[in-house]
């Protein structure tokens, strides 16, 4: 099982409901903001938490983007600030959650799951990387919470910068549903990824069946099982998203939603698929395995067959009797090589017939 990546931060027992419990590892928050209009478009760092009360009251979309969940007093601002529900913040800073959707009053909480393939030079054994990232939907704007720096959400940003598509003439729910879409999306990549691997390790399987192939196989397994653990309950949520009665995400968007949900059906089935393959790839390392150890156990019974009768010969001629005829006939010696010798030929033969040896 991937390290780490279902170890979850538990309150602990008696904490009150909405107990933030940050991990020691999570960054300092940074707060970015972008603030658009179909006419205009603002990006910046936010240092001053104070200034977003003002910034909202303005006739635009805003988009709050938090990275890293390390200051305790940073994470209870934005929760006064936009009126966060105690057991919603919970859920944000207290990782992983299960992918979900979550009615807080005028507030809808989004959870899924954001994977990415790591980078070749990163000294780890699991090539996917995967982060919890929530999705708050209010009204005029959506706030973003990620665990760590960095994601792949580039796209949407750029297409809010470039005003291309429909994406800023559109609601804070077009917003969320653009944002929600890219990570499903980029199940894609990490799933192709994870496939090829596979693929190249079907010849490596049979060719070479070492035990480092079989710790491959077995850490591709469990990425797979984590994907897919990711997945399905993503697809709920989703799901609940298009069929729910949320006054928050207007009949426009839901109809956007039904394809993201197609997506998320997809790269389930992907993700099963390739489980099932990595599933195969280990029973024929076993088999390979077990052929191999198949064929050394037949040397070694041939090998033994042959000396069986060699065995019995030289037990009988060896024995310390002293009258034995053939011990004073002058050719015996020469003779005896030349029977054992014909008997390892017969059963070498024989063997060969049977197609025990030197066939297939």
């Known amino acids: 099982m991937s ?107 989004i959870v899924v799951r954001m994977v990415r393939l790591k980078d070749p030079e990163e000294q780890s054994r699991y090539r996917v990387d995967m982060e919890q990232v929530s999705i708050v939907l209010a009204k005029n704007y959506v706030i973003t919470f990620q665990e760590r720096y960095g994601d792949i959400l580039d796209p949407v940003r750029k297409r809010i910068k470039s005003g291309k598509g429909i994406i800023r003439k559109r609601g804070a729910d077009y917003l969320a549903y653009a944002i929600a879409d890219t990570i499903v999306d980029g199940y894609y990549p990490v799933l192709e990824g994870v496939g090829n691997d596979l693929e190249a390790m079907e010849d490596e399987v049979i060719r070479n069946p070492s035990p480092e192939v079989l710790a491959e196989l077995n850490t591709l397994k469990n990425q797979l099982i984590n994907l897919r653990r990711a997945v399905w309950p993503q697809r709920e949520a989703v799901n609940s998203l298009v069929r729910g009665d949320y006054s928050l995400i207007g009949e426009d968007v839901r109809l956007y939603l039904r394809d993201t949900h197609d997506h998320c059906i997809q790269t389930s089935e992907v993700a099963e698929m390739y489980r099932e393959m990595a599933t195969g790839l280990m029973n024929t390392y076993l088999s390979s395995v077990a052929n191999r150890t198949n064929d050394v156990m037949k040397v070694l019974t041939i090998m033994a067959s042959l000396f069986i009768p060699l065995t019995f010969m030289a037990g009988i001629y060896g024995m310390n009797f002293e009258h034995m005829p053939e011990l004073h006939y002058q050719y015996s010696y020469p003779l005896l090589w030349l029977v054992m010798s014909l008997t390892c030929v017969g059963m070498l033969i024989f063997f060969w017939r049977k197609g025990w040896i030197g066939r297939g």
């Open 3 to 109: 390290p780490g990546i279902f170890k979850k931060q538990y309150t602990r027992v008696g904490a009150r409901p909405g107990t933030l419990v940050i991990s020691k590892q999570s960054p300092r928050p940074v707060v970015r903001g972008i603030f658009y209009n179909p006419q205009s478009v603002d990006d910046h760092l936010i240092e001053d938490l104070d200034q977003l009360p003002e910034i909202l009251k303005a006739e635009t979309v805003g988009w709050i983007d938090v990275q890293g969940f390390g200051d305790r007093s940073v994470m209870n601002k934005i929760g006064s600030i936009f009126s966060l529900h105690p057991l919603l913040l919970e859920d944000v800073v207290n990782v992983p959650q299960r992918p979900k959707t979550e009615l807080y009053d005028d507030q809808l909480l």
